[in-house]
T-cell receptor
Framework: EPEVTQTPSHQVTQMGQEVILRCVPISNHLYFYWYRQILGQKVEFLVSFYNNEISEKSEIFDDQFSVERPDGSNFTLKIRSTKLEDSAMYFC??????????????FGDGTRLSIL | DAKTTQPNSMESNEEEPVHLPCNHSTISGTDYIHWYRQLPSQGPEYVIHGLTSNVNNRMASLAIAEDRKSSTLILHRATLRDAAVYYCILPLAGGTSYGKLTFGQGTILTVHP
């Protein structure tokens, strides 16, 4: 069964550094999402992306964050000037045709980001 | 998203059925009911979704009340691998929302051998 894959599985970065989290969504999917989960807390929506632009973003997704689909297969989340509070699991998800016909989202296993 | 209410935790024995309830009294006529689960150290996993009629798939069944104000996820024979946090979610579809999922605390399911 096709999967969403995320790399790396664990990223350790010094505070203030930039980090790029990578995702390969399922190949025929058109809608892409990033979520995060701080340890012991709920999964939180960050951003949705369709047709090469951001569709929706949460309050968390400020100017520090950006997303990109640099080629036909990868979907990346960039965090500039990381802060301690950015430490979390980051999940990428994709869906085939998105919200209008209630397609389910398929998640990767996440990247654990640790900011020192 | 419409608000959902789930018990904080439930327990089951292996190979017994599990009924996970969810209340969503403010559901609108176009809201689908989605269930996801999150196994330890993994990302959320889609389980099932439905609108009005009961639904079955290889993982579970979804029973939806006639007034749609509640639903029940049914695992017919729980296994140890079903131990997870189960989330009942009513995603917004349309308007200013593009399908984001709003996760609550969910129900922690413990399965005993």
């Amino acid at each position: 069964e096709p999967e969403v894959t995320q790399t790396p599985s664990h990223q350790v970065t010094q505070m203030g550094q930039e980090v790029i989290l990578r995702c390969v969504p399922i190949s025929n999917h058109l809608y892409f999402y990033w979520y995060r989960q701080i340890l012991g807390q709920k999964v939180e929506f960050l951003v949705s992306f369709y047709n090469n632009e951001i569709s929706e973003k949460s309050e968390i997704f400020d100017d520090q964050f950006s997303v990109e689909r640099p080629d036909g297969s990868n979907f990346t989340l960039k965090i500039r000037s990381t802060k301690l509070e950015d430490s979390a699991m980051y999940f990428c998800a994709s869906s085939e045709r998105g919200y209008r016909i209630n397609q389910p989202q398929h998640f990767g296993d996440g990247t654990r980001l640790s900011i020192l | 998203d419409a608000k959902t209410t789930q018990p904080n935790s439930m327990e089951s024995n292996e190979e017994e059925p599990v009924h996970l309830p969810c209340n969503h009294s403010t559901i609108s006529g176009t809201d689908y009911i989605h269930w996801y689960r999150q196994l330890p150290s993994q990302g959320p996993e889609y389980v099932i979704h439905g609108l009005t009629s009961n639904v079955n798939n290889r993982m579970a069944s979804l029973a939806i009340a006639e007034d749609r104000k509640s639903s029940t996820l049914i695992l017919h024979r729980a296994t140890l691998r079903d131990a997870a946090v189960y989330y009942c979610i009513l995603p917004l579809a349309g308007g200013t929302s593009y399908g984001k999922l709003t996760f609550g605390q969910g129900t922690i399911l413990t399965v005993h051998p």
